[in-house]
Nanobody, 121 residues
Framework: QVQYVESGGDLVQPGGSLRLSCAAS????????MGWYRQGPGKQRDLVAS????????NYADSVKGRFTISRDNAKNTVYLQMNSLKPEDTAVYYC??????????????WGQGTQVTVSS
């Protein structure tokens, strides 16, 4: 079973930037489409960005389009989320996971611990 370790979350002021990383275990990482999800306080977990297995195509939720960039390094089994122009409403725990189809297929059942992003002045 694939395991994920998310990192890079922090407290940042509005307008700031963060880069999240998600390291995945296992040798088949490069076969899977990947997504970044977030779950804000009292909210459901939503997909905010996804990327194809080879990294050639990406997709974003309207709420983050133009501000967030997803990328991956298959040699390092890692997917990244560059977040710019952060807003208070981006405050959430961020998770990565494989998705069953691109761009917005259901995630697999295994989740990591997530990384907390807090945007506040």
């Amino acid at each position: 079973q694939v395991q994920y370790v998310e990192s890079g979350g922090d407290l940042v002021q509005p307008g700031g930037s963060l880069r999240l990383s998600c390291a995945a275990s296992g040798s088949i990482f490069s076969r899977y489409h990947m997504g970044w999800y977030r779950q804000g306080p009292g909210k459901q977990r939503d997909l905010v960005a996804s990327i194809t297995s080879g990294g050639s195509s990406t997709n974003y939720a309207d709420s983050v389009k133009g501000r967030f960039t997803i990328s991956r390094d298959n040699a390092k089994n890692t997917v990244y989320l560059q977040m710019n122009s952060l807003k208070p409403e981006d405050t959430a725990v961020y998770y990565c996971n494989r998705i069953r189809s691109f761009p917005a297929g259901l995630p697999f059942s295994s989740w990591g611990q997530g990384t907390q992003v807090t945007v506040s002045s």
